[in-house]
């Protein structure tokens, strides 16, 4: 009866997980989308190796690191199956497994947008390992499994614990601030601003490709977010309504706040859904729409900030995006998921700010940190040359259009 009683939420957590692996094609073809056609192929690639990657580090480091689980048992343990298993029969724990990695995955997708056109592969490769098998994991152990002690202290200061139902913080914020010290360290691309300082424009170069990511994110991130109950008990129809509320609000602000733009229109849903991940489960429908609202206003405002003024050249906003409407959902889900607001309760806005600031904070010192080390050792920025020719001819050897080389030649 236990096996039987498994098998839909195994059947359900696996759902979830494919679809969450479906948003990394989503990352993929948002950032060809964005990028300059010199660019695409190494996008393609750089997404798909890193989640490779992640998955044999955080199999072999990081779930270890976040949840004190090894998998290195025979297969009759992990399917609970031999006598005094402590895994649950079916392979929960393995699916578990599945669905959780696909949110690690997310931090190397989040921060390749950000370094896009100028990063070389290999370094790339090493920090996304270092991330995911060690860095993404300690905050994530601390705010999903207790670890440190960090939930329990916040819970004797505000009375509750720090509340992030879907990775607002520490997928998104964690995934955004880590980006932006390696787009700071990396520098601006070549011939992004001229010596007077003014912005030298460089639009889309497949507007279609980058709605289609931006569309497979959005159908992707109702598994993101539903499916974070992990259990099919525990599933919410309110979860659903509050994404899609976010969605639609996040896009409308960004319609109006970037005049029609289409790169602001199809990150705007995305702002939404980030920021709603965090309070999805306790907020009414009206407050995820407020959310929404002011995620894709902020993500609009932030991203011509940091172009235009800052000069911080962040290829996709990824820091705007993840980073700064994370934060805004960690700090949303203290605001609207009180009860005097229309929400379930049990959140408090302490906690909330607290714990959203030690995520950016310490997310923002371990990007710093890892590609600060791979800058100072092996180096993290492809030559002058190498940026001019593009990435995909320097690191790749071939290019996305190679008939249209061809009829060059």
């Given amino acids: 009866m236990q096996a039987v009683g498994l098998g839909p939420d195994v059947f359900f957590i696996l759902m979830g997980a494919i679809m969450v692996l479906a948003m990394h094609a989503g990352f993929a073809f948002l950032e060809v989308g964005t990028v300059r056609r010199k660019n695409q192929v190494n996008a393609l690639i750089k997404i798909f190796t890193d989640f490779s990657v992640s998955t044999i580090v955080y199999f072999f480091v990081g779930y270890l690191i976040a949840y004190g689980v090894d998998f290195l048992s025979g297969a009759g343990v992990l399917t609970g199956k031999a006598p005094g298993s402590p895994f649950a029969k079916s392979g929960y724990d393995l699916v578990k497994f599945f669905f959780l990695l696909t949110f690690a995955a997310a931090i190397p997708a989040i921060i ?38 960090l939930q329990g202290w916040m819970k004797s200061l505000f009375g509750v614990e720090f509340h992030d139902f879907a990775g607002s913080v520490v997928v998104h914020a964690v995934g955004g601030w880590m980006a932006l010290g390696a787009v700071l360290l990396l520098g601006a691309r070549s011939g992004r601003y001229r010596k007077d300082g003014g912005l030298v424009g460089i639009p889309p170069s497949n507007i279609p490709f980058l709605a289609l990511g931006a569309w497979v994110l959005t159908v992707g991130w109702f598994g993101f977010n539903v499916m974070s109950a992990q259990k099919l008990d525990g599933v919410s129809g309110l979860v659903a309504m509050n994404s899609l509320m976010a969605m639609a609000g996040g896009l409308i602000a960004a ?73 805004w959902g960690g700090i949303a889900c203290g605001i609207f998921g009180l009860t005097d607001l229309g929400g379930l309760g049990g959140v408090s806005l302490g906690a909330q700010v607290l714990g959203t600031a030690v995520g950016a904070v310490y997310a923002l010192a371990a990007g710093l940190a890892v590609y600060g080390l791979l800058k100072a050792t092996v180096g993290i920025r492809l030559s002058a040359e190498e940026e001019h020719a593009g990435a995909d001819m320097s690191i790749h050897g071939i290019s996305a259009y190679p008939e249209e080389e061809l009829m060059r030649r």
């Fill in 112 to 149: 390749s947008g950000g370094i896009a056109e100028r990063a070389k592969f290999w370094p790339q490769v090493a920090a996304s390992a270092l991330l995911v098998a060690v860095f993404y994991p300690l905050f994530e152990g601390v705010v999903w499994n207790g670890n440190f002690g």
């Fill in 255 to 327: 319609l109006i706040a970037g005049r029609k733009d289409p790169g602001f229109v199809h990150n705007g849903p995305l702002a939404g859904l980030v920021a709603i991940c965090a309070g999805s489960d306790v907020m009414h429908p009206i407050g995820g729409l407020a959310t929404g609202l002011v995620a894709g206003a902020l993500f609009v405002g932030a991203f011509n900030l940091c172009q235009n003024r800052w000069k911080i050249d962040d290829v996709l906003g990824v820091w705007p995006l993840h980073g700064l409407c994370g934060v």
